[in-house]
């Protein structure tokens, strides 16, 4: 079978599938809010798609499986890390933040993501490897869906040009205020702005491609940013207070002891 066709066709499984499970993830586990996850507005995440390309082509090697499962697994990582770098240095953006999470290299890759890339390569691998080709044989056979996988690739295809105009504007505004826009919060604010207003919001169009909107979600992302930031510096502040208060409390009581400790020696003697 071609190689690209099938490649094509997994690229849409995986960006499709890898949507659903982060929206879910964002739902119940996450934030708890249906926040439409990624860089596009439609129902797919590239990264996704690309992961499963990897996995089928790494899972190709004539090698030991945990091997396999570890070059899959580090291999994503490898591409989440270079997507994240290329969002964050060319257009002002990060998609997503590990910052508080234990081993991040600058925000965007940590262990505890590498394993879960781990564990959806061993679940392909020794779950769904072994019936691909099944599945690769029904779509030779069913061409008209390679139809459908050519209309997918043409909507994603404007949904990036349409999703890249919104992020060159956002761009802008990040550079003139020195800052790095979160997306995902970003979206989170227009969520809770539009909930406080009682205003209309749409979970695939959250960002609407008008420069006036655009600058006012930004500016309300921009102070609830400062506000979060604000609270965390008086957190740190008021945790070093009272572990200087507590420090001297601690030296005035060795103080009175070691003075009780000398007044009672005097009066023995």
């Known amino acids: 079978m071609?190689?690209?066709?099938?490649?094509?066709?997994?690229?849409?499984?995986?960006?499709?599938?890898?949507?659903?499970?982060?929206?879910?993830?964002?739902?119940?586990?996450?934030?708890?809010?249906?926040?439409?996850?990624?860089?596009?507005?439609?129902?797919?995440?590239?990264?996704?798609?690309?992961?499963l390309c990897i996995f089928y082509?790494?899972?190709?090697?004539?090698?030991?499986g945990i091997l396999i499962v570890l070059i899959m697994m580090i291999s994503v990582?490898?591409?989440?890390?270079?997507?994240?770098?290329?969002?964050?240095k060319g257009m002002g953006v990060k998609l997503w933040d590990y910052s508080n999470e234990w081993g991040n290299i600058d925000g965007l890759i940590c262990p505890r993501y590498m394993l879960f890339w781990g564990v959806l390569g061993a679940i392909y691998y020794y779950l769904i490897n072994p019936y691909i080709l099944d599945s690769l044989s029904w779509l030779q056979d069913n061409l008209a869906f390679s139809f459908f996988i050519g209309f997918f690739f043409g909507i994603i295809l404007i949904d990036t040009i349409y999703s890249t105009q919104l992020v060159v504007k956002i761009r802008?505004?990040?550079?003139?205020?020195?800052?790095?826009?979160?997306?995902?919060?970003?979206?989170?604010?227009?969520?809770?702005?539009?909930?406080?207003?009682?205003?209309?919001?749409?979970?695939?169009?959250?960002?609407?491609?008008?420069?006036?909107?655009?600058?006012?979600?930004?500016?309300?992302?921009?102070k609830t940013q400062i506000k979060r930031t604000n609270k965390i510096k008086k957190t740190i502040h008021l945790f070093l207070k009272d572990k200087v208060r507590l420090k001297k409390k601690g030296e005035n009581n060795e103080s009175s002891n070691s003075e009780s400790e000398q007044s009672e020696s005097y009066s023995k003697q």
């Open 2 to 51: 071609n190689v690209f066709l099938v490649l094509a066709f997994l690229f849409f499984i995986g960006s499709v599938a890898g949507w659903v499970l982060e929206l879910l993830y964002r739902r119940l586990i996450s934030n708890g809010k249906w926040i439409n996850p990624g860089f596009l507005v439609g129902p797919y995440l590239p990264l996704y798609g690309f992961g």
């Open 57 to 64: 082509l790494i899972s190709q090697l004539n090698l030991n």
């Open 77 to 88: 990582t490898a591409i989440e890390y270079i997507a994240g770098i290329i969002f964050i």
């Open 172 to 222: 802008k505004f990040a550079k003139e205020k020195q800052l790095i826009v979160k997306y995902e919060e970003f979206k989170a604010t227009i969520l809770e702005q539009a909930q406080k207003n009682k205003e209309k919001y749409s979970f695939i169009f959250a960002i609407n491609n008008n420069v006036k909107t655009i600058e006012k979600h930004l500016n309300a992302y921009m």
